[in-house]
């Protein structure tokens, strides 16, 4: 079974007003099999949690820790958290001009098991996948996320979860821009990820839009950095009825 930890974990950012502190001491542990929704208003921190997990140079740990099996995931590289499992699932997915979505995936792939994947089986499993996702088979060809659309974007963020087989996948807003359709086809995905591999997923949202589809095991409300109240789904069912003002007030 596969643990990530967050421990008393404080986060800042430096801003043109100076240095802001945006997580004040977050504790969180998922499991394997686990998922986890962070909920909660504009700027709580939710995002930032995201991002700090996955490394990104803008956030500045100032306190606390988050280990991976054990292992310190701070003191890891970018490359060297996705590599031990981790994945992100960005709300703005770049764009990356002149690269092809077929050859950023196997490169992705080889980099994370070290070597190419066969052939054959890489495109059955790339061609399955797109299916299930209901991706033209044109897409493959067309560049990183450049001209696509909200959906394809959100899409192929999913496409990469499945083929890629990480241990704990934290997506970052992924309903959001989405249709009913799109979303419904989006969560399948990571629902079919889950049941393949015991997945852990930390879903970060605003709205229980996407929770009737991907169900939650525990749900945590962010407010102003921190973890405001705990507790499972039906805690998402209080959320979507009373909204977030009595935690603001409080």
């Not at 967050?6 to 240095?19: A, P, R, Y």
């Not at 704990?168 to 419904?184: F, P």
């Amino acid at each position: 079974m596969t643990i990530l930890q967050i421990k008393n974990l404080h986060v800042s950012v430096d801003t043109e007003q100076g240095v802001k502190e945006i997580l004040r001491g977050v504790d969180l542990t998922l499991r394997s099999g686990e998922t986890h929704a962070i909920m909660g208003p504009n700027g709580s921190g939710k995002s930032t949690l995201a991002y700090t997990i996955a490394g990104h140079p803008k956030y500045t740990v100032t306190e606390g820790e988050i280990l991976l099996d054990g292992e310190d995931v701070l003191a890891m590289s970018v490359d060297e958290r996705a590599r031990a499992g981790l994945f992100l699932a960005m709300q703005y997915p770049v764009e990356i001009p002149g690269v092809s979505v077929s050859n950023f995936l196997r490169t992705a792939k080889t980099a994370l098991s070290g070597e190419a994947p066969a052939l054959r089986s890489w495109i059955k499993d790339l061609r399955s996948a797109m299916e299930d996702l209901k991706m033209d088979s044109g897409f493959t060809e067309r560049n990183v996320n450049e001209g696509f659309s909200g959906g394809e974007k959100k899409r192929h963020e999913i496409l990469q979860l499945e083929l890629l087989k990480p241990k704990i996948a934290v997506l970052d807003e992924t309903d959001s821009g989405l249709d009913v359709d799109a979303l419904k086809i989006v969560s399948e995905g990571v629902n079919r990820a889950k049941s393949n591999t015991d997945l852990g997923v930390l879903l970060i949202t605003h709205y229980t839009r996407i929770l009737k589809y991907i169900k939650p095991d525990f749900v945590h409300v962010f407010v102003a950095g921190k973890v405001a109240e705990e507790g499972g789904p039906e805690l998402a069912d209080r959320l979507e009825a009373e909204g977030y003002d009595r935690y603001l007030k409080a």
